[in-house]
């Protein structure tokens, strides 16, 4: 079964400075997508970045990066220039693509405060 | 707004009483998911509809849960003779069709159970 873990419960960033989050996850398909999602406080979840596992390229959305290790399996999150409405927690997802019916599996999650 | 819309937002109940959670997914979205998020967790996955059928649920659906989408529209999940253990917040999540589709979330519903 796949397993998305994020070994970091919580994260602190100083406004304009930049953060990584970590995830890793386990899978013996070939075939997937992986997902940052955003969930701020009493507010629902957004998507923030996608990354395509056949795709080598690194994805990026404005401020926001991945660090794709396909072999490693490892994808982390780059916020650069962090502003005070980053702050929220961050969920890494997963979704394979052969023959499942898409559900998302999540990791635990990053709370990430943001200090002005 | 044309998102994905959840019905109640917050419910208080006592145990052993049922309730009942309905989701608007986003019209032109065929593909609807359950997933349920206990405090400091991510959403685990319930269960998903591909239009009215429900072709996936996961062992967390006990008998006490059922879910429909009648006409591949909303949808309704039924929790019966509620427990403690079934306070979460219920996410509803719809997609299009494509693989490359992201889903997009309702807001929740929180469920106590007192």
């Known amino acids: 079964a796949q397993t998305v873990t994020q070994s970091q419960p919580e994260m602190s960033v100083q406004e304009a400075e930049t953060v990584t989050l970590s995830c890793t996850y386990d899978?013996?398909?070939?075939?997937?997508?992986l997902f940052w999602y955003k969930q701020p406080p009493s507010r629902q979840m957004i998507l923030v970045i996608r990354q395509e596992a056949y795709k080598q390229q690194n994805a990026t959305e404005n401020r926001f990066s991945v660090n794709f290790q396909k072999a490693a399996k490892s994808f982390s999150l780059k916020i650069s220039d962090s502003q005070l409405g980053d702050a929220a927690m961050y969920f890494c997802?997963?979704?394979?693509?052969?023959?499942?019916?898409?559900?998302?599996?999540f990791g635990k999650g990053t709370k990430l405060s943001v200090k002005p | 707004d044309t998102g994905v819309s959840q019905d109640p937002r917050h419910k208080i109940t006592k145990r052993g009483q049922n309730v009942t959670f309905r989701c608007d997914p986003i019209?032109?979205?065929?593909?609807l998911y359950w997933y349920r998020q206990t405090l400091g967790q991510g959403p685990e996955f319930l269960t998903y509809f591909q239009n009215e059928a429900q072709l996936e649920k996961s062992r967390l659906l006990s008998d006490r849960f059922s879910a429909e989408r009648p006409k591949g529209s909303f949808s309704t999940l039924e929790i019966q003779r509620t427990e403690q253990g079934d306070s979460a917040m219920y996410l509803c999540?719809?997609?299009?069709?494509?693989?490359?589709?992201?889903?997009?979330f309702g807001p929740g519903t929180r469920l106590t159970v007192l």
């Open positions: 997802a997963y979704r394979d693509e052969g023959g499942s019916q898409g559900n998302l599996i």
């Open positions: 999540a719809s997609r299009a069709g494509s693989s490359y589709n992201e889903q997009f």
């Open positions: 899978t013996s398909e070939s075939d997937y997508y």
């Open positions: 019209s032109e979205h065929n593909r």
